[in-house]
Each structure stands twice: as structure tokens, then as C-alpha cells.
Nanobody, 123 residues
């Protein structure tokens, strides 16, 4: 699976962005999908994910971010609202077909990664 992320940019605090990640391959619907982010000098961290038919979120983004997927378009989205400067990071999409639930929030357990898209939130 090859993933291509897009949609990052510069936005003011309180603003919104929608990230997209399009995947190659004909078995997209069978993959678990996730978004992670990495701020400068920090470790990559979990943001949101689909695992089977359930969604999971980092606590600090609950109520502000929504992950969604369109299997017909082989695309997963991350709608980000009410952004804060603390959301500034490179955002990565990830996919995996063999993930177990306990690994959803562990970036190193995911097999496939997009190239990252930079989100910068100004105060």
C-alpha cells in the first residue's frame, strides 16, 4: 500500500483544516487507518484511527478532530477544527491490515506510512 497525504498548511488558532490521505491498492477497505503527528523535537504520537468499525482519538483532540474514510475513493480524512498552536506538527497517515487493538496508538506497530504533511497553527 502506498499512501499520499495532503491538506496541510498555515492556519490561525481557532481555524480548521482537512487532511486527506489517498491509498493505492484494491483492498483499502480491509485496512485499519490512522493519523499520527510529530512536532519538532518530539516523538511521533497517535492522533486518531479507525480500527475495524470503531474510531479512536488522542484525548486532546477529542471533540475537535474527526477521522473519516471513503472506501470508494481509497481516502481517509482528518477534519481538524478549533486548532491550537499545540497542534503544530507534521501529520502522517498510516495503514495496516494486521494491527491488533492494543497497538492502535503505537506508531511503530503500523506497517505503511504516507510522506507527511505539515500543519502550522499560529497564535
Amino acid at each position: 500500500v502506498q499512501l499520499q497525504a495532503s491538506g496541510g498548511g498555515l492556519v490561525q488558532a481557532g481555524g480548521s483544516l482537512r487532511l486527506s490521505c489517498t491509498a493505492s491498492g484494491r483492498t483499502f477497505s480491509t485496512y485499519h487507518l490512522g493519523w499520527f503527528r510529530q512536532a519538532p523535537g518530539k516523538e511521533r504520537e497517535f492522533v486518531a484511527a479507525f480500527f475495524r468499525k470503531n474510531t479512536y482519538y488522542k484525548d486532546s483532540v477529542k471533540g475537535r478532530f474527526i477521522i473519516s474514510r471513503d472506501n470508494a475513493k481509497n481516502t481517509v480524512y482528518l477534519q481538524m477544527d478549533n486548532l491550537t498552536p499545540e497542534d503544530t506538527a507534521v501529520y502522517y497517515c498510516a495503514a495496516d491490515s494486521r494491527l491488533i487493538l492494543s497497538s492502535v496508538r503505537t506508531w511503530s506497530d503500523w506497517d505503511y506510512w504516507g510522506q507527511g504533511t505539515l500543519v502550522t497553527v499560529s497564535s
